[in-house]
């Protein structure tokens, strides 16, 4: 029974229902109702702001709200009152949603009687309360499990922390009953300690791992015993630098030309210094040697030397090959002039082309010392990759018990690549696949287009490729030796550098190819190399080249080698060019100014990069820029691993050509220059 007075706010418009409800309510026998009336929903929720009420009796259609909308404004405001709604629609559908909503009861205004309505009153009341009274003990007990979850996870806490303690206690007293005996042991030299007598009492984890003997089975035997030293050229045992040391009392080193005979029978290069252990009074009792594989090291010494070696034979060949390149342009150039007046049936245009090829052959193996000496990017062209395979392999000295077979995919695309440096590429894996077919065999060579889009080749590639594709039938490669082919001095042939197949990978990864090897042991090896297919088409039509120009054009050629300019510049007057020459860059510059303040400017300069105790191409073209900023330039050098050879127009030049050259390359080249 409910004996405080229950407050009712009614929301109702009409004031004849709401005497009805008043007269509803005062005729309750058990429970006493005080009831506000208010015919406005706003006057209602206004009313609600001011006021404690129990209850709200809710008409939906009001003056200044209709429908659901009205319970679900009064519904935001007092969420936690029981709302009972008194309507006269008597929509089933309509009271189900209100109850969902949260509405205590729906009731039809025709139906509710007031026995019926105080019974809804009072069991909405309940109802709320139970909810309340519910909703409370559910927060009590969600807060009492919290509290209990945090004091039980303070404990946890507590006992981490104390266990953790403990353990570090533990840790810090068994570190420090460790320490004097694993001092030795965690330093990076190897230790060993002996007695008066030459017999090991110590011995550190590194000692064992360079030695071969664990500590427990050198304990006790002789130093000489386990730590054997001998002469690496004549394999006789050294002198004890232990027993050294006792009869001294003196620090010894050993040996350059030492080496450790380790148990397992391999050698070992050492540096080792042993000192006397003395006591307080000075008396010896013992001694210690301490001592570090330099194996490793020396090999790297060796591999530098060969790489200072190797960088003197380039600075060597760089010299050379400039000289060497002019000879060959000069050579190159009077065979192109002889070429062109001859019939392309005539036996000496058959014996010019071939001496063209040699000079070309001559020019690849300048190349070859720069290419891995000096790493010099690639001077790169549009180029036919199938002319570049027969060209490698009519040109590689085979075995005659060898084979060749070529395969060409049916339109292949070109390649943007070095010549030189990728004919070298394959003439390098040509050579590797004779050597492993000692007895002679077939090699097939084959090229076909690849695209990677779907990451089916390569994941780390994608775009299009042409995949040349070199296969033997020789010995394969180990599976120790896999990994390791293609590193700078690895090889397994007797009196070989190791450096054709580092050779190979270097240029493929500077061209941003890549290469992949497949191998069978007795079976053969096949050697894929993956080029990046260039987008643009190659030009075969050459005839066009030779066309003089309508209007007499302006070359200038600045070169410090007399017969280089003559020959280049009898091509160029021959096509209809006028030239002129200079020996330097300041006699271009000279030239160049005079020419442009007499209104007769060049319309062309081709200059060599290197002048020996002068001016070179680079530095005259930026002075050349300051007189004329639309001056157009081409370089030209016999080194060709120059970075302005392979980036020539951040340094400002219009077009490049690698020295030697034919004909057909310079006047290519001057036309591009000329027409762009």
């Given at each position: 029974m409910i004996n405080n007075p229950i407050r009712v706010l009614l929301v109702e418009d009409d004031h004849r229902y709401a005497d009805l409800i008043s007269m509803f309510l005062a005729r309750g026998k058990d429970t006493r109702f005080e009831l506000e009336w208010s015919d406005r929903l706003?006057?209602?929720?206004?009313?609600?702001?001011?006021?404690?009420?129990?209850?709200?009796?809710?008409?939906?259609?009001?003056?200044?709200?209709?429908?659901?909308?009205?319970?679900?404004?009064?519904?935001?405001q007092v969420s936690k009152l029981p709302i009972i709604i008194l309507t006269g629609n008597d929509d089933e559908t309509l009271a189900v949603k209100a109850v969902h909503m949260g509405a205590q009861d729906y009731l039809i205004k025709g139906d509710a009687n007031g026995e019926h309505l105080i019974r809804s009153i009072r069991y909405a009341i309940e109802r709320k309360r139970s909810e309340e009274l519910l909703r409370r003990a559910h927060d009590e007990l969600e807060n009492r499990v919290e509290e209990r979850t945090r004091e039980l996870r303070e404990i946890n806490e507590s006992l981490k922390r104390e266990i953790a303690e403990r353990k570090r206690i533990?840790?810090?007293?068994?570190?420090?009953?460790?320490?004097?005996?694993?001092?030795?042991?965690?330093?990076?030299?190897?230790?060993?300690?002996?007695?008066?007598?030459?017999?090991?009492?110590?011995?550190?984890?590194?000692?064992?791992?360079?030695?071969?003997?664990?500590?427990?089975?050198?304990?006790?035997?002789?130093?000489?015993?386990?730590?054997?030293?001998?002469?690496?050229?004549?394999?006789?045992?050294?002198?004890?630098?232990?027993?050294?040391?006792?009869?001294?009392?003196?620090?010894?080193?050993?040996?350059?030309?030492?080496?450790?005979?380790?148990?397992?029978?391999?050698?070992?290069?050492?540096?080792?210094?042993?000192?006397?252990?003395?006591?307080?009074?000075?008396?010896?009792?013992?001694?210690?040697?301490?001592?570090?594989?330099?194996?490793?090291?020396k090999k790297i010494e060796e591999e530098l030397l060969k790489a200072q070696k190797l960088e003197s034979i380039g600075v060597l060949a760089g010299g050379l090959a400039h000289d060497f390149n002019n000879l060959l342009t000069v050579m190159l150039g009077n065979i192109s002039l002889s070429k062109i007046h001859l019939d392309t049936e005539d036996r000496i245009y058959t014996r010019l082309s071939e001496a063209e090829k040699a000079c070309f052959r001559a020019r690849d193996l300048t190349k070859q010392l720069l290419t891995f000496s000096k790493g010099g990017a690639p001077v790169k062209k549009i180029t036919s990759v199938m002319n570049l395979l027969r060209e490698s392999i009519d040109f590689t000295p085979y075995d005659p018990a060898v084979r060749y077979e070529l395969s060409v995919e049916e339109d292949l695309w070109p390649a943007e690549i070095d010549e030189g440096q990728i004919i070298q590429v394959i003439k390098n894996l040509l050579l590797n696949a004779e050597e492993s077919m000692p007895d002679g065999g077939l090699i097939k060579v084959s090229a076909q287009n690849i695209t990677n889009e779907d990451r089916t080749v390569n994941a780390d590639h994608l775009g299009r490729y042409v995949k040349i594709t070199i296969q033997d039938q020789g010995v394969g490669i180990s599976e120790e030796h896999l990994s390791k082919i293609f590193d700078p001095y690895f090889t397994t042939k007797k009196g070989a550098g190791g450096l054709g197949l580092a050779v190979v990978y270097s240029i493929v990864r500077n061209h941003h190819g890549y290469v992949e090897v497949e191998t069978d042991r007795g079976r053969g090896t096949k050697f894929h190399v993956y080029l990046p297919a260039s987008v643009q088409e190659l030009q075969m039509n050459e005839d066009k080249l030779f066309e003089k120009p309508l209007v007499k054009r302006k070359v200038l050629i600045m070169d410090d080698e007399e017969i280089v300019r003559e020959a280049s510049g009898e091509v160029l007057a021959m096509l209809g060019y006028e030239v002129d020459y200079a020996g330097d860059g300041e006699e271009a510059i000279q030239k160049y100014r005079s020419a442009k303040e007499s209104g007769e400017r060049f319309d062309l300069v081709i200059m060599d990069l290197t002048v020996p105790g002068g001016m070179g191409g680079k530095e005259a073209l930026e002075e050349l820029r300051r007189i004329d900023p639309e001056v157009k330039a081409i370089v030209s050098s016999g080194y060709s691993n120059d970075p302005v050879m392979s980036d020539y127009r951040k340094y400002g030049f219009d077009g490049v050509v690698a020295k030697p050259y034919k004909i057909e390359e310079l006047t290519k080249v001057v036309k591009k220059v000329m027409e762009n």
């Amino acid at each position: 029974m409910i004996n405080n007075p229950i407050r009712v706010l009614l929301v109702e418009d009409d004031h004849r229902y709401a005497d009805l409800i008043s007269m509803f309510l005062a005729r309750g026998k058990d429970t006493r109702f005080e009831l506000e009336w208010s015919d406005r929903l706003q006057t209602g929720l206004d009313r609600l702001r001011e006021e404690e009420f129990d209850l709200v009796l809710l008409d939906l259609n009001l003056p200044d709200s209709g429908g659901l909308d009205t319970f679900v404004r009064m519904y935001k405001q007092v969420s936690k009152l029981p709302i009972i709604i008194l309507t006269g629609n008597d929509d089933e559908t309509l009271a189900v949603k209100a109850v969902h909503m949260g509405a205590q009861d729906y009731l039809i205004k025709g139906d509710a009687n007031g026995e019926h309505l105080i019974r809804s009153i009072r069991y909405a009341i309940e109802r709320k309360r139970s909810e309340e009274l519910l909703r409370r003990a559910h927060d009590e007990l969600e807060n009492r499990v919290e509290e209990r979850t945090r004091e039980l996870r303070e404990i946890n806490e507590s006992l981490k922390r104390e266990i953790a303690e403990r353990k570090r206690i533990e840790e810090a007293l068994a570190a420090e009953k460790e320490r004097l005996t694993v001092t030795l042991r965690s330093i990076g030299d190897g230790v060993i300690a002996t007695d008066t007598e030459g017999r090991i009492v110590l011995m550190n984890r590194v000692a064992e791992q360079i030695t071969g003997w664990q500590k427990e089975e050198a304990m006790g035997k002789s130093f000489a015993e386990v730590f054997c030293i001998v002469k690496v050229q004549s394999g006789e045992a050294s002198e004890n630098p232990v027993e050294r040391t006792i009869k001294t009392d003196r620090i010894v080193y050993l040996p350059k030309d030492a080496v450790l005979a380790a148990r397992d029978g391999g050698q070992k290069f050492v540096s080792a210094t042993s000192s006397p252990i003395h006591d307080k009074d000075s008396n010896i009792v013992g001694v210690v040697l301490v001592f570090r594989d330099i194996t490793e090291r020396k090999k790297i010494e060796e591999e530098l030397l060969k790489a200072q070696k190797l960088e003197s034979i380039g600075v060597l060949a760089g010299g050379l090959a400039h000289d060497f390149n002019n000879l060959l342009t000069v050579m190159l150039g009077n065979i192109s002039l002889s070429k062109i007046h001859l019939d392309t049936e005539d036996r000496i245009y058959t014996r010019l082309s071939e001496a063209e090829k040699a000079c070309f052959r001559a020019r690849d193996l300048t190349k070859q010392l720069l290419t891995f000496s000096k790493g010099g990017a690639p001077v790169k062209k549009i180029t036919s990759v199938m002319n570049l395979l027969r060209e490698s392999i009519d040109f590689t000295p085979y075995d005659p018990a060898v084979r060749y077979e070529l395969s060409v995919e049916e339109d292949l695309w070109p390649a943007e690549i070095d010549e030189g440096q990728i004919i070298q590429v394959i003439k390098n894996l040509l050579l590797n696949a004779e050597e492993s077919m000692p007895d002679g065999g077939l090699i097939k060579v084959s090229a076909q287009n690849i695209t990677n889009e779907d990451r089916t080749v390569n994941a780390d590639h994608l775009g299009r490729y042409v995949k040349i594709t070199i296969q033997d039938q020789g010995v394969g490669i180990s599976e120790e030796h896999l990994s390791k082919i293609f590193d700078p001095y690895f090889t397994t042939k007797k009196g070989a550098g190791g450096l054709g197949l580092a050779v190979v990978y270097s240029i493929v990864r500077n061209h941003h190819g890549y290469v992949e090897v497949e191998t069978d042991r007795g079976r053969g090896t096949k050697f894929h190399v993956y080029l990046p297919a260039s987008v643009q088409e190659l030009q075969m039509n050459e005839d066009k080249l030779f066309e003089k120009p309508l209007v007499k054009r302006k070359v200038l050629i600045m070169d410090d080698e007399e017969i280089v300019r003559e020959a280049s510049g009898e091509v160029l007057a021959m096509l209809g060019y006028e030239v002129d020459y200079a020996g330097d860059g300041e006699e271009a510059i000279q030239k160049y100014r005079s020419a442009k303040e007499s209104g007769e400017r060049f319309d062309l300069v081709i200059m060599d990069l290197t002048v020996p105790g002068g001016m070179g191409g680079k530095e005259a073209l930026e002075e050349l820029r300051r007189i004329d900023p639309e001056v157009k330039a081409i370089v030209s050098s016999g080194y060709s691993n120059d970075p302005v050879m392979s980036d020539y127009r951040k340094y400002g030049f219009d077009g490049v050509v690698a020295k030697p050259y034919k004909i057909e390359e310079l006047t290519k080249v001057v036309k591009k220059v000329m027409e762009n």
